[in-house]
């Protein structure tokens, strides 16, 4: 059926087989059966995979038996998709906002060496030429939407629109014509057609962020626009068809909220096709320089025109930024250090231009055991005590979220503070 479209092909019997002819050769398309989908997208990453039977992890999927014309809408589909990854690969070099750095293949925009960071860099540069459904999740200030436009920059579909909208941010009563539109005479106040963000991000992606807050009764008809590709606007007779890239994200523990049932479970899974984790800013404290040094020339070209003097921070300042746990991570980081930058008037940052609270949480250093006391029962109560005592500090005495910073139970907390006499 293949080579009766002009198509030169190679074919082979055995996964081992395909696998071996996927790494040896340049394919643009590999049509492979669905069980075998996984091994040749890792053998061959810059290929069009499509599979026989439905598949989440390809890029497309054909249903068994193969008829014709589903075979020419395949086809087709993936013959646009191998031409704008060529386009894209050509195109990329000039493109100003994200490009590949020539010492480790980091991404500009999101910085760091951890061992974390370069996971989430990898994922990022593996997933964003598939049009997979991503789902970021992470704790707020960890850089989520950077990853999207990451994955949108360094897409085939990097020419098109990245649409963001915040889902906890629209008023429940519009959200449903923000998201799919309306027409003239839907309700009160629709003088006219609206394109909702669906059709704005046409041939682009959908970044929907704090997807966690979107209403139960709206899930339903995200589920059907994610498994249709369409929309139908709000008073409107017909649906129309959108070609969107969705990329979510939330701060949320959806599969807590799956199991209280303020989820679709069936919504979840559709769009938690490839997960993307990102480690907040304490468990990367080595990436801290880096930050500072990236976020320091950042705001010395933005306040240039005003004579900005600022190239670097001391040793001490440095010390107390690394020491400090961040609970806002990387957006905290950043505002702590513009503030510092507006108040300095040398050339670096000192320890005290930075708050308050980041310099009392350097004063109270790791603890370490008594030369003459090698009690690891007493050493751990002495940190566990300290760790708490910061934790209420930092909440201004409120215990559920200072739980939550512990990461232990309210009610292990609470057991917690009267054994310590906190």
């Given at each position: 059926m293949l080579a009766a479209r002009g198509m030169a092909v190679d074919a082979a019997a055995a996964a081992d087989a395909a696998v071996r002819a996927a790494r040896e050769g340049r394919y643009d398309l590999v049509l492979c059966d669905r069980a075998w989908v996984g091994a040749l997208v890792a053998a061959a990453p810059d290929a069009t995979v499509v599979a026989l039977g439905e598949s989440r992890d390809a890029y497309d999927w054909l249903a068994r038996p193969v008829h014709p014309d589903s075979l020419d809408q395949v086809l087709r589909r993936a013959g646009e998709r191998v031409a704008l990854l060529?386009?894209?690969?050509?195109?990329?070099?000039?493109?100003?906002?994200?490009?590949?750095?020539?010492?480790?293949?980091?991404?500009?925009?999101?910085?760091?060496?951890?061992?974390?960071?370069?996971?989430?860099?990898?994922?990022?540069?593996?997933?964003?030429?598939?049009?997979?459904?991503?789902?970021?999740?992470?704790?707020?200030?960890?850089?989520?939407?950077?990853?999207?436009?990451?994955?949108?920059?360094?897409?085939?579909?990097?020419?098109?629109?990245?649409?963001?909208?915040?889902?906890?941010?629209?008023?429940?009563?519009?959200?449903?014509?923000?998201?799919?539109?309306?027409?003239?005479?839907?309700?009160?106040?629709?003088?006219?057609?609206?394109?909702?963000?669906?059709?704005?991000?046409?041939?682009?992606?959908?970044?929907?962020?704090?997807?966690?807050?979107?209403?139960?009764?709206?899930?339903?008809?995200?589920?059907?626009?994610?498994?249709?590709?369409?929309?139908?606007?709000?008073?409107?007779?017909?649906?129309?068809?959108?070609?969107?890239?969705?990329?979510?994200?939330?701060?949320?523990?959806?599969?807590?909220?799956?199991?209280?049932?303020?989820?679709?479970?069936?919504?979840?899974?559709?769009?938690?096709?490839?997960?993307?984790?990102?480690?907040?800013?304490?468990?990367?404290?080595?990436?801290?320089?880096?930050?500072?040094?990236?976020?320091?020339?950042?705001?010395?070209?933005?306040?240039?025109?005003?004579?900005?003097?600022?190239?670097?921070?001391?040793?001490?300042?440095?010390?107390?930024?690394?020491?400090?746990?961040?609970?806002g991570n990387v957006r905290e980081l950043e505002n702590a250090i513009e503030r510092a930058m507006v108040l300095c008037d040398g050339p670096e940052i000192t320890a005290e231009l930075l708050e308050e609270r980041l310099r009392r949480s350097a004063r109270h250093p790791a603890v370490t055991a008594d030369p003459d006391d090698l009690s690891i029962k007493k050493a751990s109560r002495a940190l566990e005590r300290r760790l708490i005592a910061q934790a209420l500090e930092r909440t201004g005495g409120n215990r559920t979220n200072a739980a939550k910073l512990l990461e232990i139970s309210h009610r292990a907390l609470l057991y917690k503070i009267k054994e310590y006499g906190l």
């Open positions: 060529r386009e894209n690969a050509a195109l990329r070099g000039a493109r100003p906002r994200l490009r590949a750095e020539p010492d480790d293949g980091a991404i500009a925009g999101l910085v760091g060496r951890s061992p974390a960071m370069r996971r989430v860099i990898r994922e990022v540069r593996q997933v964003a030429p598939y049009k997979a459904n991503v789902l970021i999740t992470g704790e707020s200030g960890t850089g989520k939407e950077l990853v999207a436009r990451a994955l949108h920059d360094l897409s085939p579909r990097a020419r098109g629109p990245f649409v963001a909208v915040n889902c906890g941010a629209i008023p429940p009563g519009l959200i449903e014509s923000e998201l799919f539109g309306h027409r003239r005479g839907a309700f009160t106040d629709a003088v006219r057609d609206k394109r909702g963000m669906f059709e704005e991000a046409d041939g682009g992606t959908l970044f929907l962020d704090e997807i966690g807050e979107l209403p139960v009764e709206l899930q339903v008809k995200l589920l059907r626009a994610l498994q249709e590709e369409e929309v139908r606007p709000v008073g409107a007779s017909v649906a129309v068809r959108v070609d969107v890239r969705v990329v979510a994200a939330t701060v949320r523990d959806l599969d807590a909220d799956v199991a209280a049932g303020r989820f679709r479970e069936d919504l979840y899974y559709r769009l938690k096709v490839v997960p993307i984790e990102l480690p907040p800013l304490r468990e990367r404290r080595e990436d801290i320089p880096a930050l500072v040094d990236h976020f320091v020339r950042r705001y010395a070209d933005k306040h240039a025109t005003a004579g900005m003097p600022v190239r670097g921070v001391t040793r001490e300042a440095m010390a107390v930024l690394v020491d400090y746990p961040w609970p």
